[in-house]
């Protein structure tokens, strides 16, 4: 297909282009006027690695990266968790369930009215202690642990719901901060409160496991502390030195904030991939339908589907185009046929076939004119 022929197509089917993709968009448009909007805080932790093992090898010693990375992955590892997240998801719920009233810095309404209705007020009266927010947690762990419990199976096991660990760790992202000491860790929530709360309680079991894992490595070593003086196969004061360092470097640099903006929405993207989705199909059937039409679109197929040669055509004279001489024009192309008949055939009769694609067009018209012409010769 030609330029000029596509040109021609897409006039033809000009309200097909324009009309699809716009449906498209609005109808994508309408159905996205709901979306849910999301919020993603962030908060950012100081682990110092990089600068105690900097500390340790020295300026001139070579720093081993690979112990470092080792590192690193050991603390996503610890964030991600499913233990650490589960004392998450049980610590966010006790926090949900001792509150009296709504409070938008904790949970938003949606949040606590779907709360409410999942569990009810008889169980929560058994789990919660106003007083104590760690006994509230230890009661829902006791209550979890019972067989059949309402708790494990409406909210701690049901991944759509901000309390179940598998579904905190899908919403999370733990990334290191280029080749720094930093980790970043994002959280996205349909509750800009949850959102905020939730990455607070990982900063907050994710150090005291941390601390505990590392406490626990530096322990024999300890014990063991007043060998050092006296045995050269001792414990070395530096290694000593350092997993007390890493036990306790940990914090919270950056801590998450209520995010007051949600993520920025994909509708609009999701309307113009539609418009050109549409766009595209609407030029592609223009072709299609052009390419696999079987009429008879110009002269050379008419010779090549009826075996005849093509000897001429009168133009569509228009009323509004006066100033033409059309009578000369009707005339010459007369002659041209006539000439081109007499060219291929020495023969006295001839065999002249008149058609056009669509009725009224002038097929007895020109057949008059023929003939009077040829009546001349």
Known sequence: MTIPQLIRQIKNHWLLIITLPSL????????????????????????????????ESGQNDQIDYFTINNSFDNIL?????????????????????MLRQPNPAVANNHTIKHLQTVLPESVRNQIVN?????????NICRYSEMP???????????NDEPYNAKGIRAKLTAIREGTSDMVRLNYLSTDPAVAKQTLELINLVFRRRY?????????????????????????????????WINSTSVQVLDAPKLADQPESSNRILLTVIGFTVGFIFSIGFSIGKTYFNKRIKNPKRAEHLTGLRFTGALPHFKDDLKQFPW??????????????????????????????????????????????QLSNV
């Open 77 to 97: 590892t610890i964030v991600k968790s499913r233990s650490t997240l589960e004392e998450v998801g049980i610590r966010l719920l006790a926090a949900h369930l």
């Open 130 to 138: 106003f007083s104590s927010p760690e006994r509230t947690v230890e």
């Open 211 to 243: 601390q505990e894992l590392k406490m626990s490595e530096t322990r024999t070593d300890i014990e063991n502390l007043h060998e050092l003086n006296n045995s050269k196969n001792g414990v070395s004061a530096k290694n000593l030195f350092q997993n």
């Open 24 to 55: 498209i968009a609005g109808f994508i448009f309408f159905l996205t006027r709901n979306e849910i909007c999301e919020y993603n805080p962030n908060a950012v932790i100081y682990t110092g690695l990089t600068s105690v093992r900097t500390l």
């Open 327 to 372: 009578g000369a024009i009707e005339h010459q192309t007369i002659n041209q046929c006539i000439s081109k008949l007499k060219k291929w055939s020495n023969q006295q009769t001839h065999l002249v076939v008149i058609a056009s694609s669509r009725e009224g067009e002038g097929k007895s018209f020109f057949t008059k004119k023929l003939v009077r």
């Open 148 to 158: 059949g419990n309402i708790i494990s199976e409406k909210l701690l096991n049901v």
